[in-house]
């Protein structure tokens, strides 16, 4: 315990799934945490469950596509705290269900706009606020899907994968200049969550049978299986990561 205290930590996408059991898991390991969506009463719930188990938890209501927003609410942490020391871009949606020919634009925009459109620009306002204080560490949740294609998960690929090359870049540009920003990525496989719900709900239940055959360890992962990796690219344990891929899939793409 206590691998964060002190830090402050903005979550994305926190108000289920990958992004609360982060949210709670950190706030365990002593951070102040953010816990920020565009679904407030959920997001406002998550940060009180949080609260009412003696951590430091608040909520901030942020659409990740919207460079405002994104103002805004570092803006609030940093008047809140003075300093930013964790960014965790979680914030996303599934792939379209839909091969390429056969999918609008509006439907590929509205994917790569949250899921990589939003983590650019969290990258950047996180590096900016870092560089004001002792720098810090951002996390970008990627996906097996930012390494593999999947059919019908076009615009879902697309974007993590962008994912996987802007972090390393980012990482690149921050790697030795002072005060440090790491930046690394996630790649979770198969995880048990309301994302993963809907992808299995749209295309019939066929589907969690096939990634549990498929799954070397031959079940689903947990939002608290990523939420463990993500704490320590986090902490300063990984004080040497940087630019890297974690993956937590359970085998799959070991196979």
């Not at 942490?77 to 964790?86: A, Q, R, S």
């Not at 996390?139 to 097996?144: A, K, L, T, V, W």
């Not at 719900?197 to 749209?202: K, L, N, R, V, Y």
Request: overall charge negative.
């Amino acid at each position: 315990m206590g691998r964060l205290e002190g830090k402050a930590a903005l979550i994305t996408g926190a108000a289920s799934g990958i992004g609360q059991a982060t949210a709670q898991l950190m706030a365990k390991e002593g951070a102040t945490v953010y816990l920020s969506d565009i679904r407030e009463i959920e997001g406002e719930k998550a940060a009180q469950d949080i609260a009412s188990e003696d951590g430091n938890a608040n909520f901030l209501p942020l659409d990740v596509t919207q460079e405002t927003a994104w103002e805004k609410a570092v803006e609030a942490i940093m008047e809140d705290t003075g300093h930013l020391d964790i960014l965790v871009n979680n914030a996303g949606i599934p792939g379209a269900g839909v091969r390429i020919e056969d999918m609008e634009l509006e439907t590929w925009r509205h994917c790569t706009t949250i899921c990589l459109d939003g983590v650019f620009l969290g990258v950047k306002h996180g590096i900016r606020a870092m560089r004001k204080g002792d720098g810090g560490s951002i996390i970008n949740i990627s996906s097996i899907a930012g390494k593999i294609g999947i059919p019908t998960s076009g615009n879902y690929c697309a974007a993590k994968g962008g994912v996987k090359l802007l972090t390393k870049t980012a990482a690149l540009e921050c790697a030795n200049k002072e005060p440090r920003v790491r930046i690394n990525s996630i790649h979770p496989g198969f995880i048990d969550t309301d994302l993963l719900a809907g992808a299995i709900q749209h295309r019939g239940p066929w589907f969690r049978e096939f990634i549990e055959y498929n799954v070397p360890m031959a079940e689903l992962g947990t939002a608290r299986d990523i939420a463990e990796g993500i704490v320590y690219l986090a902490s300063d344990a990984a004080k040497f990561v940087t630019g890297s891929e974690l993956v937590i899939d359970g085998g799959y793409l070991a196979r």
